[in-house]
């Protein structure tokens, strides 16, 4: 369904075939119904602010507050994900959602066994760095629902501007879209500045998420390129 709204059907058919241009007969005529003389209905009431609009204030609240009931997917009937590592980390990783062969960790399974080396080749481990995602679970479609994008979007640029890491690599166009407003390929090849209220900046790099090095190995060279580029970000 999310394939066939992109593509732009935006309406429904029947199964029994239907002749459009056939005239309309003459006795199918529609009787208005009599002038009602009741007075007008009362205008309907504001809609309800929606709960959970202002974000927590600390990350230690964000934290608890993305895997708890009133966290965007807390409806989804599934197990949420908290970010990993050191909250106060130099480096943080965001990434769009769990992996389906892992979807109770974050970059589990094949594209996490990668992920590791990737993190390796650069002196890092999980240890020491701030891993979080759009999606605190694994979207049925796999993908960001249209719906919520900005809503996401926002809720990981406010972690962001908490953690304040002195550099921060968004992997795949879901994350280098919430953070820079472009994909990948636009965003690749150049720090980006992300500014934040304390009056400190941290220096972008966007690269390919590592399934999708897992299906286009030719892409780690350029992958490669851009964590150079990530750690030689605060120089």
Do not use: Y
Not at 203 to 224: C, I, N, T
Request: charge should be negative; charged fraction near 20%.
């Amino acid at each position: 369904m999310e394939w066939w709204r992109d593509a732009g059907v935006d309406v429904l058919v029947g199964d029994e075939p239907f002749d459009w241009l056939a005239p309309e007969p003459a006795d199918q005529v529609v009787a208005l119904p009599p002038p009602s003389h009741a007075p007008a209905a009362a205008p309907a009431a504001p809609a309800p602010a929606i709960p959970g609009e202002t974000l927590p204030g600390t990350m230690a609240e964000l934290l608890a507050w993305r895997i708890g009931a009133s966290a965007p997917e807390a409806g989804w009937n599934t197990a949420l994900v908290p970010a990993t590592g050191p909250a106060d980390a130099d480096l943080m990783i965001l990434i769009d959602c769990p992996e389906r062969d892992a979807a109770d960790s974050l970059l589990g399974g094949a594209a996490g066994r990668l992920f590791d080396r990737m993190l390796a080749a650069i002196g890092r481990s999980r240890a020491d760095v701030h891993l979080a995602s759009l999606c605190a679970a694994r979207p049925a479609a796999g993908r960001l629902p249209r719906d919520m994008e900005a809503r996401l979007a926002e809720i990981a640029r406010h972690h962001v501007g908490l953690a304040a890491p002195k550099r921060l690599l968004v992997m795949g166009d879901a994350a280098s879209r919430a953070i820079l407003s472009a994909n990948v390929i636009e965003a690749r090849g150049r720090l980006h500045p992300f500014n934040h209220k304390a009056d400190t900046q941290s220096q972008v790099v966007a690269s390919f998420h590592p399934r999708m090095l897992l299906e286009r190995p030719v892409l780690k060279a350029e992958a490669w390129r851009d964590l150079q580029m990530l750690m030689g970000g605060s120089k």
